[in-house]
């Protein structure tokens, strides 16, 4: 059974001036989705194509208009109580900018230990063991536990939003945009982080972007998604064929000087 | 033609807890007109002080030591060059415009700073617009950020620039907040521009793909120094210094083997 799904999802969102009548804009029609235990997904697409809004409804942050989202093939708006807080330490999420992600007056330590307080029973001091194994984890040092958010790199805190989001053990980690403020040495450390920690803790992961250099090096498959629909998907990068797939492979930088 | 940008000598300081911290440590850069010159180098290593340190608009804090900023040999205060000689395209569009002006308002403080405000201002807006690749050049003109994508706002930058008439242009990582496909768009039309104009790029980046596609010499900085300069095809083939390496490597280690060879 798939870990999670979505199910013919669609979803609008209302705009338009103040005094003017609001008009609807479907951002996603009808999109099928689904995520294996252990798999890493790839969910291509250029900007504003719906990749984002997508990850939301399959947190639980926002809900489908139609269509639904399924945890373990429960509805996740049927799941109450303590389903739902099973729910929220399965599925984490790593968002673009790290800077915006973390409290600035929180330690390293705090925020890491947030969800922990929240989603375990851990007491204090195993809360602390456990930070700091994640710390470790994630390649950081045990003492960058003291430190706040504004004495670290952008490199540092995306670690620190990654370790983060394995503190409650989850079984999926969204992933978007979570590399792409970083420069390209940061982005292959966390992409091999990435894929040890897969291979160590068999972590699903959904993995956004619009570079396929990146969903090339992670991805057990891949999707495109144009105008708020999925349309193309394969085993690998190389395997797309659709225009906007096309559009996205012509894009990608050249690997070695092209001018004379 | 043959215009140079030349920086000699580039010491930018700030001080932590009472002492001075030198950010970047004696840089000498040049760039000609009608080329991209890369600034290339890993996150922290001082590229975008250097490019504000250029024009002399340092974040409070943060000094200029010693340095001189030359245009053909002669020695330019910071105020000559901004807007005038160098033009700026930064890597957030939306935080470079006023939220409460419009594109045309914009357009029209470039003209106006540069001195050539006039009867035929809005046409030359709108070739300029036209220009840098906006569809529908006259319907933009009223707009306001907050209407526009990311895309479209660095092309107005870049139009800006073009309407400044300034011969150089300091690009700090023009494309890294968009997407691959926009990106491709942006280095087309500075690529354009060059060619078309004569401009001088300084094109500031981190990632190597898009100095493969764009630059024609590249200057590798880490911690405040350029530690290699070469042409690009030497930077990629036989990088010599340990930065370059690692950024050369981080780069190649996307793209499948028979790309690389």
């Keep these: ?260 | 033609m043959g215009r140079m940008l030349t920086i000699e000598g580039l010491r930018l300081a700030t001080r932590r807890h009472g002492a001075p911290v030198e950010l970047v440590r004696g840089l000498d850069l040049s760039v000609s007109a009608g080329a991209v010159t890369a600034l290339v180098g890993a996150s922290g290593c001082g590229k975008s002080l250097t490019c504000l340190g250029i024009q002399d608009c340092l974040p409070s804090g943060v000094t200029r030591l010693a340095g001189r900023v030359a245009v053909d040999g002669q020695v330019k205060a910071g105020l000559e060059l901004r807007g005038r000689l160098v033009a700026t395209v930064m890597q957030n569009p939306r935080s470079a415009f006023n939220p409460v002006l419009s594109m045309r308002a914009h357009a029209l403080e470039t003209l106006k700073a540069a001195g050539r405000q006039g009867p035929d201002s809005d046409k030359r807006i709108l070739a300029a617009f036209a220009e840098a690749g906006l569809d529908e050049p006259a319907r933009i003109l009223a707009l306001y950020p907050f209407q526009m994508s990311g895309g479209m706002l660095q092309r107005v930058m870049i139009a800006l620039a073009l309407l400044s008439e300034a011969p150089f242009l300091i690009a700090d990582e023009p494309t890294t907040d968009l997407d691959l496909v926009l990106q491709a768009h942006v280095l087309d039309l500075i690529e354009r521009l060059v060619a078309r104009h004569g401009l001088g790029v300084l094109l500031i980046t981190h990632d190597m793909g898009v100095v493969a596609r764009a630059a024609r010499t590249v200057a590798v900085m880490e911690s405040g120094q350029i530690v290699e300069r070469g042409d690009v095809h030497d930077i990629f083939t036989e990088p010599r210094h340990a930065a370059t390496q690692a950024l050369v490597a981080a780069h190649l280690a996307l793209y499948p083997e028979e790309q690389v060879a």
Excluded at chain 1, 79 to 103: C, M
Excluded at chain 1, 125 to 153: F, H, I, N, T, Y
Excluded at chain 1, 168 to 175: A, F, G, T, V
Excluded at chain 1, 224 to 249: C, F, N, Q, Y
Aim: charged residues 25%.
């Design chain 1, 1 to 260: 059974m798939s870990l999670i799904a979505a199910e013919a999802v669609g979803k609008s969102y209302r705009s338009g001036a103040w005094l003017a009548a609001p008009e609807p804009k479907t951002v996603l029609r009808d999109v099928d989705l689904a995520i294996a235990p252990g798999e890493c997904v790839g969910l291509l697409g250029r900007s504003g194509c719906g990749k984002s809004t997508l990850a939301r409804l399959l947190l639980g942050l926002e809900k489908p208009d139609a269509g639904r989202i399924t945890f373990r093939g429960r509805d996740i708006a049927g799941i109450g109580g303590e389903g739902r807080r099973d729910f929220r330490r399965a599925v984490q999420l790593v968002f673009q900018d790290s800077i915006g992600a973390v409290d600035p007056r929180h330690t390293v330590e705090r925020t890491v230990g947030e969800p922990l307080r929240h989603l375990t029973d851990l007491d204090h001091l195993a809360r602390k063991a456990r930070v700091a194994e994640l710390l470790m984890l994630v390649g950081l040092d045990r003492r960058d536990g003291e430190k706040l958010p504004g004495q670290m790199s952008g490199g540092q805190l995306q670690r620190v939003c990654i370790a983060r989001a394995l503190a409650p053990k989850p079984e999926l980690i969204i992933l978007d945009e979570a590399v792409s403020n970083l420069d390209l040495v940061l982005q292959l450390q966390i992409l091999d982080l990435l894929s040890q920690l897969r291979r160590q803790l068999g972590t699903a992961f959904l993995f956004i972007t619009h570079d396929l250099r990146l969903a090339r090096r992670l991805c057990d498959r891949v999707l495109v998604m144009e105008e708020g629909r999925i349309v193309d998907a394969a085993k690998t990068v190389a395997g797309l064929h659709h225009p906007a797939s096309r559009a996205l492979a012509a894009a990608v930088l050249p690997a070695l000087p092209t001018s004379p």
